[in-house]
């Protein structure tokens, strides 16, 4: 059992009082981590309980770009992580980002290469290409269209294609056939 504040301090920057069951445990981890993250003794800051907390923030960045449609709702086109540069890319449809319009007409290729093209625009806007990108989502209302997509979208990731999963959905934002969101990671 932990008997001062400077075992528990000590025990709690080991993890050792995390992996024990029981109240104190849960006292501890709830004191040392209620404002962040646990860092490391060199970020430790006085909390009022004169008990070091740890603080580690994440700042984010929100890209928004005329390059591709806005967003029709509540996200945006995609969201710069400072402390990792990473960029998680909001799913984009078919939209002209000129006129707001569904482009395509029912034809999924073309539809897939609009998405292409508005993917690249926000990330063009967030500082990297589609080079970047490390994960991808596809979704379609139809997967009998999945090879048709595929040819389309392999296209735009000749060498070194990202991880992807593909999924059928219901229906998609304005009667879009196929919708694609992005995880980049820059270099």
């Not at 009082?17 to 800051?45: E, I, P, V």
Request: proline residues 5%.
């Amino acid at each position: 059992m932990l008997a001062t504040t400077a075992d528990i301090r000590d025990a709690a920057v080991s993890g050792s009082a995390f992996r024990r069951r029981g109240r104190l445990a849960d006292l501890t981890f709830k004191r040392y981590c209620r404002q962040g993250w646990l860092g490391n003794m060199a970020s430790a800051k006085m909390c009022p309980g004169r008990v070091p907390c740890y603080h580690r923030t994440m700042t984010r960045e929100i890209v928004s770009t005329s390059s591709a449609p806005r967003a029709i709702g509540p996200y945006s086109q995609a969201v710069i992580v400072q402390g990792a540069r990473s960029i998680y890319c909001s799913g984009q449809i078919p939209l002209d980002p000129e006129t707001g319009e569904l482009v395509g007409n029912g034809d999924v290729e073309k539809e897939t290469h609009r998405v292409m093209q508005n993917l690249a625009g926000v990330l063009k806007a967030a500082g990297v290409s589609l080079d970047a990108v490390v994960k991808t989502t596809i979704y379609l209302t139809d997967l009998a269209s999945f090879a048709a997509v595929n040819a389309v979208y392999a296209t735009y990731f000749a060498s070194t294609p990202p991880a992807r999963a593909t999924v059928q959905v219901a229906a998609l934002p304005r009667g879009a056939q196929v919708e694609i969101d992005a995880v980049a990671v820059a270099a």
